[in-house]
């Protein structure tokens, strides 16, 4: 049996969508984006979704409308993707790495007051692995300190915080629609926002900073998506709740049915729907196996896993000095995420629970 970490869920309709953009003779910005931007920001509960390129320049664009340049901090999370910190760096400006609760990997309310300097303009909070950070306390914190708060929602879709769904819960929110995502477009990303403001300023940074056509107000990026990505989109978009209830009940029969001491499992937290992007759990010294030995152990069984994320943010070499972050270093040594997506199926997932236990 082989078993995927990441698999996307494509078929006949993201096929069909596409043939039909191909068909229109409009391959470049046109309106299935409109009507994608629409859909999103409707799903989301916000007035406002700007579709780009990728998860990253989602992130760098939404920086740049915040505002963030030269001079200021960012403080972000010390675990998680690579791209939360270098979208700050393309904006010139400084990452300050704040440490994550054990519980659930999501970035500290505390540490982030802890990090706030005066040169601090933005928090971007990440909902890891598809479970929504404390978005009420990083609000509080934002609110006290007069910062921007953005969501990195790019392992989030559909995550929601005491019934308000990621996208909705920051001053901006990031998506990635990356192949291995909760929905997929191949690459493609999206902003949302209730600001009007924020809003048109995206339009222009991704459009050359164009206020008008051939009329260039500031710097601006070509960071568009097109329309072959939005029809896959909106035929994703439509499915996503089905792929999320997959994901949960993937996770919920590990949950059950992973029994070998020495693995701590993921947990969700009260008033957060998680979504799963990742199942990720966590190897101790009480597991007759490393985290590495464990890991060739199920691949050499056909059982795709991978490590989210191996390096914390504050001991990555392009951010040598950085302030030790704990948590987060101990989480990457001891992370292991195995397949959740919605296409594994019940008896590859009894598979896996019984190759994990095994061990024993």
Request: charge should be negative; include cysteine; aromatic fraction near 8%.
């Amino acid at each position: 049996m082989h078993i995927p970490i990441a698999q996307p869920s494509l078929g006949n309709e993201e096929s069909d969508a596409v043939l039909a953009v191909l068909a229109s003779g409009m391959i470049a910005q046109g309106p299935e984006t409109v009507a994608f931007e629409e859909e999103f920001a409707a799903y989301c509960g916000v007035p406002h979704a700007v579709a780009v390129s990728n998860g990253t320049t989602a992130l760098h664009a939404a920086l740049l409308a915040a505002g963030v340049g030269p001079g200021d901090e960012v403080v972000v999370p010390a675990f998680t993707f690579f791209a939360t910190a270098s979208a700050v760096s393309m904006c010139g400006a400084v990452p300050v790495f704040a440490d994550v609760d054990p519980a659930n990997a999501t970035i500290d309310p505390a540490d982030i007051l802890a990090k706030v300097t005066p040169k601090t303009k933005t928090v971007i909070a990440v909902h890891l692995y598809g479970q929504p950070c404390d978005a009420g306390a990083v609000r509080d914190v934002c609110d006290e300190k007069g910062l921007v708060f953005i969501e990195d929602a790019a392992q989030a879709h559909g995550a929601e915080y005491h019934g308000t769904r990621t996208g909705a819960l920051g001053d901006l929110a990031c998506f990635s629609f990356y192949a291995t995502k909760n929905m997929a477009t191949g690459e493609g990303g999206m902003v949302t926002t209730a600001s009007d403001d924020y809003d048109q300023h995206l339009r222009r940074i991704i459009n050359h900073g164009q206020s008008e056509k051939y009329l260039h107000t500031e710097l601006g990026y070509n960071y568009r998506m097109t329309d072959i990505n939005a029809a896959i989109g909106r035929v994703q978009l439509a499915k996503l709740d089905g792929f999320n209830r997959r994901r949960q009940e993937n996770a919920a029969y590990y949950n059950a049915h992973i029994t070998a001491p020495g693995l701590v499992l993921p947990s969700v937290a009260p008033g957060r729907t998680h979504v799963w992007h990742q199942y990720s759990l966590q190897v101790t010294g009480a597991f007759p196996l490393s985290r590495d030995e464990l890991m060739a152990h199920l691949r050499e069984r056909g059982i795709g896993c991978a490590v989210h994320y191996p390096v914390a943010l504050s001991r990555q070499p392009f951010y040598a000095g950085a302030v030790a972050c704990p948590v987060a270093e101990a989480l990457a040594a001891s992370v292991l995420s195995i397949p959740v997506h919605p296409g594994v199926t019940d008896e590859a997932r009894a598979y896996v629970c019984e190759t994990i236990n095994g061990v024993i």
